[in-house]
């Protein structure tokens, strides 16, 4: 059974940082892409960044140059380095796999889920 567990949101200031991990059992993502999304009340899931098995990644335009995602293979977990924070940042964000289209920032295309980590910045 793939499980994903998101770890590391909380609270932050406007211009903080955050870093959330992903920690992934169950499953290999030696062939397929991750990725990170985020859904803020009211508005429709969003990519955020996606990185395949070499390390090659995709960014949504909001958080290019704000947002770093990166992946540990021996420990088979996902980052996402926050930095810069924004208001608008302040969203759920989820983990997902087995992305099957590269480089997409499109949640169909993935097919694992986690359960999500809660983002909250103040200005």
């Known amino acids: 059974e793939v499980q994903l567990v998101e770890s590391g949101g909380g609270s932050v200031q406007a211009g903080g940082s955050l870093r959330l991990s992903c920690a992934a059992s169950?499953?290999?993502?030696?062939?397929?892409?991750m990725a990170w999304f985020r859904q803020a009340p009211g508005k429709e899931r969003e990519g955020v960044a996606a990185i395949d098995s070499d390390g090659d990644s995709n960014y949504a335009d909001s958080v290019k140059g704000r947002f770093t995602i990166s992946k540990d293979n021996a420990k088979n977990t996902l980052y996402l380095q926050m930095n810069n924070l924004k208001p608008e940042d302040t969203a759920m964000y989820y983990c997902a796999a087995e992305g099957v289209v590269a480089a997409s920032l499109d949640g169909v295309y993935y097919n694992y889920w986690g359960q999500g980590t809660q983002v909250t910045v103040s200005s």
């Open positions: 169950g499953y290999t993502y030696s062939s397929y892409w």
